[in-house]
Each structure stands twice: as structure tokens, then as C-alpha cells.
């Protein structure tokens, strides 16, 4: 093979289980993609976040200048969190079904277009949250939107964002109160509830959104608190407050920014379960901090 043939390897990390093995079908669309761009993908299989996770610091570690998520938000959680602080960028193509950090960043769903972005995208330097030391790229909650997940994860024949708003009214109709004391940098909160969210992109559940001013690269966290209220009323609220409303139409909800958040469940209480991304990954206690430009990220140019 002569100089002129020899193509740019593109290391891509995939979850073969990813929308129940759904995202193989991508794999063809996107090698014919990065081959017509001069590149050749090489397909790595990940067993679990912790692997992915590895084997993307692992390229990192040997230069590679970029390494490809292909998954759903968890799989570009696992990859990213190889890749913060170094200098090898992450490229999204998307094959989970929310896809809510995409949205964000304008990466387009349809796979070829965003293998496009390979060559013909810009690198931009983002903020990442870290939870206890476990790196979460979109938002941590924790309340009514662990209780939106488990529904939504419990049907098949819905799909896209409807499945998300299926779960949002189940989980009102159902809504439980949560009582935790937050330190919000250094204000402490006691807070009873339905949510407590720390926003970095904003967007969750395949288009709804916790914190629709929520930047990805102010080196802030967005912290949204949906206090206590009669349930329809909250309802009422929350559809005025994820449509950009003025605060007078949603004054049970509270907002403010922060650098470094610490929770902690009520004395005696059992802890509560917390999501980062779409995925339950920890409990109470926990801290939420910002990592301002740790992370690169391929986008339309």
C-alpha cells in the first residue's frame, strides 16, 4: 500500500447492546462514511462502562487525536470519562434512545451526518460534572426524574422522547417526596421536594428540558429544585418551566448556579438513589462539582 492509500485509523467504541442491539445496523452507514473521508474505523466492543472507559483512555494514552462513542448518553459518559483532560477530542454517533447530550451540542442524529463531523467538524472545549469522582457529561438527579427513568425503562413499544414523556406523567401521577439538605456551594438548603437537579447540558429524556439556560461551557452548574406543591399544580408548572416560561408561571421551582454541590438525605432516612445521564450510578451522600474545559468535543464546524 503506497502513501497516497493509507488511511487514518478512527478508534470507535460501541455497546452492542445499546437499544437492544439495535445499533449494529449503524455500524455499515458509518464505516462507508468515514471511509469516503479518507478514514477506517476500528470497531471496539465494550463489556461495561468501566471497559469503555479504559478503552478510551487507553487511545488517548497512545495519541489518538480523536476516539468515537457509539451508544446512547451512557456510552458517551464511559468514553468521556477517558478521554477529560486529555487531548484527544470525543466523537458522538449516536445509537441509544434519548440522545440528549447530542442535542446540545447540535450533533445531528441521522448517523451519517454526524460521522461527517469527523472531518468536517471543530473541536470545542466543554465543562463535565464529576460525582464523586465518577465523570456525568449532561445532568445528576435525583427525585422525580430517577422515577421518570424506571418507567420509561419499563416499556419497549414506545419510542423516542414519547417514552419520557410516558414516564414524566407516570412518575407525577406517582410522585413521591424526597427531603435532603443540599450545600450549594456555601449555602446550606434544607429541601423537601419532588426534584433536585445539577445541570451541565440541560436536556434529559429525549428532548425535555431541566435547565433550558443551562450552558455546557460556563464552568457552572445549574441547580433546578422542584419544591413542594399540590401535584397538579406542579404539573402545570413543569410543562410552563420546560417550555422557557417566565419564573412567575413556575414559582415552586427554584433555580440558582454553583460550582460544588454536596447531598445528603434527611437524618435517619434511607438514601436516595441518584442518575447521571439516563442511568442510576450512585446515592446519597454525594458531591456534584464542576470541571470547567475538561473535555474536548467534535461539533459542526
Avoid at 445509537?95 to 447530550?101: I, K, L, P, T, Y
Avoid at 438514601?271 to 468535543?297: C, F, H, K, N
Wanted: glycine share 10%; hydrophobic share 45%; charged share 20%.
Amino acid at each position: 500500500m503506497n502513501a497516497a492509500t493509507v488511511r487514518t485509523t478512527v478508534p470507535v467504541i460501541l455497546n452492542p447492546s445499546a437499544r437492544n442491539g439495535a445499533v449494529r445496523k449503524r455500524i455499515a452507514p458509518l464505516k462507508k462514511v468515514l471511509a469516503a473521508d479518507g478514514f477506517s474505523a476500528e470497531l471496539v466492543e465494550s463489556t461495561s462502562e468501566a471497559h469503555a472507559t479504559e478503552l478510551a483512555a487507553r487511545f488517548a494514552e497512545q495519541g489518538a487525536p480523536i476516539v468515537l462513542s457509539l451508544g446512547g448518553d451512557g456510552m458517551v459518559r464511559a468514553v468521556a470519562a477517558g478521554l477529560v483532560d486529555t487531548d484527544t477530542a470525543l466523537g458522538i454517533v449516536p445509537g441509544g434512545r434519548g440522545n440528549d447530550f447530542i442535542g446540545k451540542l447540535g450533533i445531528p442524529k441521522n448517523v451519517s451526518a454526524a460521522a461527517g463531523l469527523i472531518a468536517g467538524g471543530r473541536n470545542r472545549t466543554i465543562d463535565v460534572l464529576d460525582l464523586d469522582g465518577r465523570v456525568c457529561v449532561g445532568n445528576v438527579s435525583l427525585g422525580l426524574d430517577s422515577q421518570v427513568q424506571a418507567f420509561a425503562d419499563s416499556v419497549r413499544r414506545i419510542r423516542g422522547h414519547w417514552v419520557y414523556l410516558y414516564g414524566l406523567v407516570r412518575a407525577i401521577v406517582r410522585a413521591r417526596r424526597i427531603e435532603v439538605t443540599l450545600t450549594v456551594d456555601d449555602e446550606s438548603i434544607d429541601f423537601r421536594g419532588f426534584s433536585a437537579g445539577f445541570a451541565n447540558s440541560g436536556r434529559y429524556g429525549g428532548g425535555l428540558k431541566l435547565s433550558p439556560a443551562a450552558e455546557i461551557d460556563d464552568g457552572l452548574i445549574d441547580v433546578v429544585l422542584f419544591t413542594d406543591a399540590a401535584i397538579p399544580l406542579l404539573a402545570l408548572e413543569l410543562v410552563a418551566y420546560m417550555f422557557g416560561a417566565g419564573r412567575r408561571l413556575h414559582p415552586h421551582i427554584r433555580f440558582t448556579r454553583a460550582r460544588e454541590i454536596h447531598i445528603a438525605a434527611a437524618e435517619a432516612a434511607d438514601p436516595i438513589e441518584i442518575v447521571a445521564d439516563g442511568d442510576a450510578v450512585a446515592q446519597t451522600p454525594a458531591t456534584v462539582r464542576i470541571r470547567p474545559g475538561s473535555l474536548t468535543v467534535r461539533v459542526p464546524a
